[in-house]
């Protein structure tokens, strides 16, 4: 750097560091109101990439405490939010510029909706007059991202702009998570104001009741009590909730058995005797033969997504079902709830763990349950003269971190194999895409998990190949910040669950699957300035692994594995969880 | 369930071990495809009524787009949609009226709960109070004809000339039906309906929760139209 380059903000900090530290930013103006509204809310890490209309915003954080991170493309700075988000269970803060910046948002925000997570996107906006006339990167952001945010909101004035920034994130983190989204026109930041923007306050009448209605948990006790086969069935809402020692609390007081789905991974320790792991598409057998057979379904912060169901027809065909939820939309939306609970998590397994007087009896239940777990089991063979197995490198991982170590994943066969072969034992430790099934997400999501993870617990991202080449850009960040991160490829050089569907129900025809040749992500990543390494054979899985976890920056390692690696168990779509295949003939 | 002898040792070179799917127990019993368990003595097919659906909304900028919005994403089957404001500064009534199975109805109004300027949903009872507005434009070759089937219908002509006559009739859905027929005669040129907008009847509050605005604050009454109007197209 010559000498008359100007400061960066962490040098201006330093020489300033007397008088700024911990002071918050001082209100003249739109964005310094908006900073402001993020600094009361606690912000500590925004992830983002400047532009135009966003610039007001980002010169006020050159004054904030508040940690900005530049990622390499706006679509991982919102995975890098959300993840963020999922680790630290406060809401992530992702920023864009209009137009571009903001539609490359989308994806990163239609994610968040989907496995409700809270996330705040502030977009930049060409200035009020402006609006309508199809400006230079002049996008309806509010119009493109209305169906994907629990709510969004136009400034449309500098003096409440800070107000709504912090209602927008209180919002999203009250009752059911969401993303919402603030658009800001250049001149709203620009604008002139003194105004303190308070205490971020969700808006009227969003706050829900904690507690269900108690007729109504006397009623699902009394069929609990009744029940001989109950299930627990834990969604990722009982995490967003901090229910899961209530839930781990419930089921063994009443020695219950529990499947979790799997954004609720995490829930219920993987080695605990009633923990079935998770159910759905590719769940374990044991825990689609418990939910196929339970007689009473107790379901907690699930919206019954159909990967996890199967076929609504055959989904739990003889159970009760008892749903508990904060979002009232979810009760009898996909499964009729017999017994609607309507309430926060916690509050509620306390309720009804506090009203039951006769336990079921379900010693035999118990036992049926752990018998499908010999009879199902999760193992598969490593002949030496053979291709790598995934299954054997998400063992090794998993062998050689601790139990607080967080999973990012992308999605594909890896993210089947990483959620299935790691046992997980506490919640925020996996961190993956779920309902919106983004291919991409594994990389930025373990740069956001990184800042909101403890310096202790080691970040692996188990990526595919393709989705790795999707988000790849952010490997210049990971170098960038020196973040302790750990990628996995599991490269079969296939869109691999692309290509298992197209055998199993194309007739082969590899048709855009196959890529035949791939970077050689070892080589790249040294060129990224991470430490990079290849792995071919099982006898290479344990050295590289430690070599990466001892290192202390971003590494890759490309771990070529047998192209011709399924996922199983899999229901076929809209089949019954019971029918769960175990090989491709059985499909 | 499970028992005799079977070897899970040896997994297969690709996929795992077990007992393939047909030598699984399956329960018998079932849901309907809107997840409902079945009772095998009353299965029944889901049946689909029309329901009008009353919201209080905060009367924000994109609040429409907002609504209209859910009902394409979530296809929910929407009949009719009207919407104006209230008595209340900043408050706006929109009426709809769906089609849709009981779950369906359930749905729809959970659904527009959750929107944020939604501050409250209702439905109408069968017995509430419904009207909708329309608008025909027929051929003016029969005059006389013309105004005694708009009497007949309570309805006021805004418009005539040589060559068209427009009309209003104003009433429930059935009743515009009929007019509607009964226009067909003179060759209907043009039509605008309104759509049905309703409030529940007596003292019942069409949305729950809802306040009229304080006394003296109520906006002025609409001026009454004035009919017939001039001429327009000689």
Redesign the interface.
């Given at each position: 750097m010559s000498e008359h380059a100007p400061p960066t903000k962490e040098q201006a900090q330093e020489s300033e560091a007397s008088t700024s530290k911990s002071t918050p930013t001082q209100v003249t103006d739109g964005s310094t109101a908006i900073v402001r509204a993020l600094e009361n809310a606690g912000v500590e890490h925004a992830f983002g990439v400047q532009g135009g209309a966003i610039m007001p915003v980002y010169d006020a954080l050159w004054d904030s405490e508040i940690t900005h991170i530049t990622m390499a493309h706006e679509q991982g700075a919102s995975h890098a939010a959300d993840a963020y988000g999922v680790v630290s269970g406060t809401p992530g803060v992702c920023l864009a510029t209009s137009g571009p910046g903001a539609t490359n948002l989308v994806t990163g925000i239609a994610d968040a909706s989907m496995d409700s997570d809270a996330l705040i996107a502030l977009t930049g906006q060409v200035p009020s007059h402006m609006v309508g006339s199809d400006a230079f990167q002049e996008t309806d952001t509010t119009g493109v991202t209305a169906p994907i945010t629990k709510h969004n909101y136009f400034a449309s004035d500098s003096d409440t702009v800070g107000k709504t920034v912090g209602e927008a994130f209180a919002l999203s983190e009250t009752g059911r998570p969401g993303p919402t989204l603030v658009d800001l026109p250049k001149d709203v930041s620009f604008g002139e104001t003194d105004r303190d923007p308070g205490e971020p306050t969700p808006p009227p009448g969003s706050t829900p009741t904690p507690a269900a209605d108690s007729a109504a948990v006397d009623a699902a006790v009394a069929a609990i009590e009744r029940a001989e086969r109950p299930l627990c069935l834990f969604g990722g809402g009982v995490i967003k909730a901090e229910a899961c020692e209530e839930a781990r609390a419930f089921i063994h007081e009443y020695d219950i058995p529990a499947v979790t789905t799997m954004p609720g991974i995490g829930t219920v320790p993987e080695d605990d005797e009633l923990c079935l792991s998770w159910a759905g598409m590719h769940g374990t057998g044991y825990a689609n033969m418990a939910i196929t057979h339970t007689d009473c379904l107790i379901a907690v912060g699930t919206r019954f997504d159909d990967r996890l169901t199967g076929g609504i027809e055959t989904f739990a065909p003889e159970a009760e079902v008892i749903h508990i939820d904060i979002d009232p939309a979810e009760i009898s939306k996909n499964i009729h709830a017999d017994y609607p609970l309507i309430g926060d998590a916690a509050t509620v397994l306390e309720q009804v763990h506090d009203a039951i007087e006769t336990p079921p009896a379900t010693r035999e239940w118990v036992e049926q349950c752990s018998a499908w777990k010999d009879d199902y089991p999760m193992d598969y063979r490593t002949p030496e003269d053979e291709p790598l197995r995934p299954e054997f490198v998400v063992e090794a991982f998993d062998e050689a971190t601790d139990d607080d170590t967080i999973v990012t994943t992308g999605v594909g066969q890896h993210q089947m194999w990483a959620s299935q072969y790691w046992t997980y034992k506490e919640p925020r430790t996996w961190v993956s895409s779920h309902g919106l099934g983004t291919m991409g997400y594994g990389l930025p999501a373990a740069i956001g998990a990184r800042f909101a993870a403890d310096d202790s617990q080691d970040v692996i991202c188990f990526d595919g190949d393709g989705s790795f080449l999707m988000t790849m850009q952010e490997l210049s960040v990971a170098v960038r910040e020196n973040l302790d991160i750990t990628v996995a490829i599991l490269n079969n050089e296939y869109i691999g669950m692309v290509r298992q569907w197209q055998d199993a129900f194309f007739e082969g025809r590899h048709m855009a699957s196959e890529y035949n040749w791939m970077p050689e992500f070892d080589k790249m990543a040294e060129a990224f300035g991470a430490k990079g390494w290849r792995v071919d054979d099982y006898d290479e899985v344990a050295d590289a692994i430690e070599g990466a976890l001892e290192y202390d920056g971003p590494s890759v390692i490309d771990f070529h594995i047998d192209p011709r690696a399924n996922v199983y168990p899999m229901v076929p779509s809209g089949g019954a969880n019971g029918k769960f295949a175990l090989t491709e003939d059985q499909l | 369930?499970?028992g005799e002898d079977?070897d899970?040792s040896?997994?297969?070179?690709?996929?795992?071990?077990?007992?393939?799917?047909e030598e699984?127990?399956?329960?018998?019993?079932?849901?309907?495809?809107?997840?409902?368990?079945i009772d095998p003595e009353a299965e029944a097919e889901p049946r689909v009524r029309q329901a009008v659906v009353s919201a209080l909304v905060e009367n924000e900028?994109?609040v429409l787009?907002?609504v209209s919005?859910?009902f394409s994403?979530r296809q929910f089957n929407i009949e009719s949609l009207t919407v104006g404001p209230t008595t209340v500064e900043g408050n706006a009534r929109i009426t709809l009226v769906v089609e849709e199975t009981e779950?369906g109805i359930?749905?729809v109004k959970?659904?527009l709960?959750?929107?944020?300027p939604v501050?409250s949903v209702g439905e109408l009872d069968d017995d509430a109070v419904r009207a909708e507005l329309v608008l025909m434009k027929v051929h003016g070759d029969e005059p006389d004809k013309v105004h005694a089937i708009t009497q007949m219908y309570d309805g006021q002509t805004l418009d005539a000339g040589p060559r068209t006559i427009t009309v209003q009739v104003t009433g429930n859905q059935s009743k515009i039906d009929d007019a509607i027929d009964a226009f067909r005669q003179f060759g209907i040129i043009e039509i605008a309906r309104t759509g049905q907008t309703a409030l529940a009847r007596g003292a019942t509050p069409t949305t729950p929760g809802e306040e009229p605005a304080p006394e003296g604050t109520i906006a002025d009454e609409p001026q009454k139209p004035q009919t017939p109007a001039q001429h327009s197209d000689d």
């Open positions: - | 369930m499970s079977h899970n040896t997994p297969p070179k690709h996929g795992l071990a077990g007992r393939p799917p699984r127990p399956h329960p018998e019993g079932r849901r309907t495809s809107q997840g409902i368990r900028p994109g787009s907002r919005g859910l994403r779950p359930e749905q959970k659904q709960a959750k929107l944020k501050m």
